[in-house]
């Protein structure tokens, strides 16, 4: 466990552990570990990791109960209610003299969380006030998410953590003038997600001695804060951050951009010269996405950036916005390309620049989120070179025609190079005889969970 917390990207180590567990008669555990660590190998939208994630699920919902108690016990939080056994527990059930199984926890996909008054602390004394979700990554409670304006869990239950697991990401709401709790407990951990804080926090991150093994960081602003004066402000605080050194080691960074001068100051940072991956919001809201286009080419000409791989970026979309990510040469070495909609559903107002020439020589991964695709630009796609080459190709969203443009797509596609061919919406309700048209095609390389 020890050099599991050392290192919480070994696998390893944590094959090694769960060796250790089936010898000692766990096998349920050790095959869990197993499962999520081989899972993780395969991409996202690979149908041989959806069967290794059910399997792993499975397992999860059977046992989570007394793997999660094991780190409660730990840290300090209270355990999970377990099954009732026995006349008098049942009775106690029944009465509402006791918790359902499992309280006060829930759980979701591999995460575990609790109800929303319990989140936002109602009752302070909770030791759960503050406490949001604990994800399983790799067999293991890894990913806390909490707001360290709950001194308790700040200040005694993350320190507890690595007696039971490693704290490889952690998600931190930290309201203004909170104190940042800095620690050795902080040590493992390779992604840092920081929500709504200041300056102070942002500073005190940056320089900590215990982060110095952080390679991955994002800081959100709650885009639902009504004062756009002090959204602005913290947006802002980019500049100042700007300078840390400590930038020069990340390989993966995301932020919002919305204004000018945060796309200026990203753009002129020389300390990014090593990121991997970007992601970026371009505008609070829809009416406020003046400008988005702009703070893109700005981000698209920074020779700084240059380096990027994976390329990550919220709209609102207009042409010349796209244009500048594909046409420009400093995003020419990019393997994957995710455009995100602002608001579920809507439209990327032009995919023109997408027919013109291939810009984009190594893209491997093209993806469309929460996109609304219309006829006329489902002809851009089906002109468009990227979809004849690339190996993995995903739209969550809908479509003016939901199964002809669904399968025009699917025409211009290489079954040779593709690896993964996804189509997620909620209205979709393919008939079977189309279904059995692109199961022909793409065989186990479709990823359609309708």
Same mark, same amino acid.
């Given at each position: ?296 080419? &700005? ?30 040469? &400093? ?120």
């Amino acid at each position: 466990m020890a050099a599991i917390v050392a290192d919480p990207s070994d696998d390893v180590a944590r094959l090694i552990y769960a060796d250790c567990l089936q010898e000692h008669g766990n096998a349920a555990r050790a095959e869990f570990i197993r499962l999520q660590i081989e899972a993780e190998r395969h991409h996202p939208h690979s149908n041989t990791r959806a069967d290794l994630d059910q399997r792993a699920y499975a397992l999860f919902a059977a046992h989570w109960i007394e793997w999660w108690g094991e780190v409660c016990t730990a840290v300090g939080l209270p355990r999970p209610a377990r099954e009732p056994a026995g006349r008098f527990s049942r009775f106690a059930l029944r009465a509402g003299l006791r918790g359902m199984t499992g309280a006060p926890y829930d759980f979701g996909s591999f995460a575990l969380g609790c109800d929303v008054r319990t989140q936002l602390g109602s009752d302070p004394s909770s030791k759960l006030a503050g406490w949001f979700r604990t994800g399983f990554r790799r067999g293991f409670p890894d990913s806390p998410s909490i707001a360290l304006s709950s001194g308790w869990l700040a200040h005694r239950a993350l320190p507890r953590w690595s007696s039971v697991s490693p704290v490889k990401t952690l998600g931190a709401r930290v309201p203004v003038r909170t104190f940042w709790n800095d620690g050795p407990y902080l040590t493992g951990v390779r992604s840092l997600s920081l929500y709504d804080c200041d300056q102070t926090v942002l500073d005190a991150v940056l320089r900590s001695p215990h982060l110095a093994a952080l390679e991955d960081l994002s800081w959100w602003i709650n885009d639902g804060e009504d004062d756009d004066e002090v959204v602005y402000q913290f947006v802002d605080h980019t500049a100042m951050v700007m300078r840390y050194a400590r930038l020069a080691r990340l390989k993966r960074l995301a932020l919002q951009v919305w204004t000018d001068q945060a796309a200026r100051a990203v753009a002129s940072c020389a300390h990014l010269a090593g990121l991997v991956e970007l992601e970026v919001s371009l505008a609070k809201d829809l009416s406020s996405g003046v400008g988005a286009a702009r703070r893109l080419l &700005t981000l698209s000409r920074s020779p700084h950036l240059a380096g990027l791989r994976s390329l990550t970026i919220t709209g609102p979309f207009e042409a010349n916005g796209i244009e500048s990510t594909i046409r420009y040469a &400093t995003w020419t070495g990019l393997r994957k390309l995710v455009l995100v909609a602002l608001r579920s559903e809507s439209e990327l107002n032009d995919l023109t620049p997408f027919s013109g020439p291939d810009n984009l020589p190594e893209l491997e991964e093209f993806r469309l989120m929460g996109v609304h695709l219309t006829p006329d630009q489902i002809n851009i796609l089906v002109r468009s070179p990227l979809l004849k080459r690339v190996k993995h190709y995903a739209h969550r969203g809908t479509y003016t025609d939901d199964f002809g443009s669904i399968i025009r797509l699917s025409e211009v596609v290489d079954p040779i190079k593709i690896e993964t061919f996804s189509i997620e919406g909620n209205d979709i309700d393919l008939p079977p005889h189309l279904a059995a048209i692109l199961r022909e095609k793409f065989g186990d390389r479709l990823h359609f969970p309708f």
